[in-house]
């Protein structure tokens, strides 16, 4: 009687390229720019806070109208959101793996400020992603979901904005979060294009100018609407 062999099945190309350390990196990589595009988008358009009440909270409606007719009340909106989320949750997962292989990798546990303790820029990345997602949860709450907002009036963004910045210690608490960010996108910009094969000895003045120009960029566009509330420009 034939012995019925079974074959392995052969590993699947997505199942490799997540498995591989090179994979993971391409994945943060990847999620991280599209994370990237979004904060551009999303800084830009908060700075129409400083055109008064009117223009910012008819710009928070369109957004919900993005791609109508062709696409129902709110949808280009949710996408956006389904897809962050993904990013967010593979980056995150990506990047609290490879920091345990890392480990896993080292011969002998070292203390203090020993050979193999993690570098300067690993522990930022650690860091800084452990206070952005926070931030993440608390501004969600804040100011989509409003639950933790003090105005919570649903379409009345700027006035809910004013509000929370109102408050010095989270404004403080959002400055503190977007200096985290530039930091993250500093370091995070370059290696992805490292990761991605961009970098090149000729090249990477550029990509170090790139990244910390945007990172410059993002925070200052950013911390600059917490501080015209502080100040009373924007109110
Ligand atoms: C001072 C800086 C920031 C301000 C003033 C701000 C302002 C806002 C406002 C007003 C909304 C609600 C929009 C709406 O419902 O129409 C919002 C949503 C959001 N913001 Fe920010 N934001 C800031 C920084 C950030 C940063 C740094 C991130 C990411 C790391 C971020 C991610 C998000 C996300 C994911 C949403 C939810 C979008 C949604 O699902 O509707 N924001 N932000």
Redesign the pocket.
């Known amino acids: 009687m034939a012995l019925a062999t079974r074959a392995a099945k052969p590993p699947s190309l997505i199942g490799s390229v997540w498995r591989s350390t090179v994979g993971k990196k391409a994945v943060m990589a990847v999620t991280g720019l599209i994370?990237l595009a979004?904060?551009v988008a999303?800084?830009l358009?908060?700075l129409k806070?400083f055109f008064g009440a009117g223009e910012?909270n008819h710009?928070?409606?369109w957004?919900?109208t993005i791609g109508e007719p062709f696409l129902h009340h709110e949808w280009f909106?949710w996408l956006?959101?389904v897809t962050?989320s993904a990013a967010?949750v593979l980056h995150g997962v990506a990047a609290y793996q490879l920091s345990r292989r890392d480990l896993a990798a080292r011969p002998v546990k070292y203390r203090g400020r020993g050979r193999g303790r993690a570098s300067y820029a690993t522990r930022t990345m650690r860091w800084g992603g452990v206070i952005?997602g926070l931030?993440?949860v608390w501004?969600?709450l804040d100011?989509?979901t409003l639950t933790v907002n003090p105005n919570a009036q649903e379409g009345r963004?700027?006035e809910?904005?004013v509000a929370s910045?109102d408050r010095w210690y989270v404004s403080a608490f959002?400055?503190a979060?977007?200096l985290a960010?530039g930091l993250h996108i500093r370091h995070g910009f370059w290696s992805a294009a490292q990761t991605l094969g961009v970098g090149s000895p000729r090249r990477d003045r550029l990509l170090k100018a790139l990244a910390n120009g945007l990172a410059a960029l993002?925070t200052c566009g950013?911390?600059?609407?917490?501080v015209g509330v502080l100040t009373g420009v924007v109110s």
């Open positions: 994370m979004y904060l999303h800084m358009g908060n806070v910012f710009y928070a409606a957004i919900r909106l956006a959101r962050l967010v952005l931030f993440i501004h969600i100011l989509t963004t700027y809910n904005l910045f959002y400055i979060a977007m960010l993002l950013f911390i600059v609407v917490p």
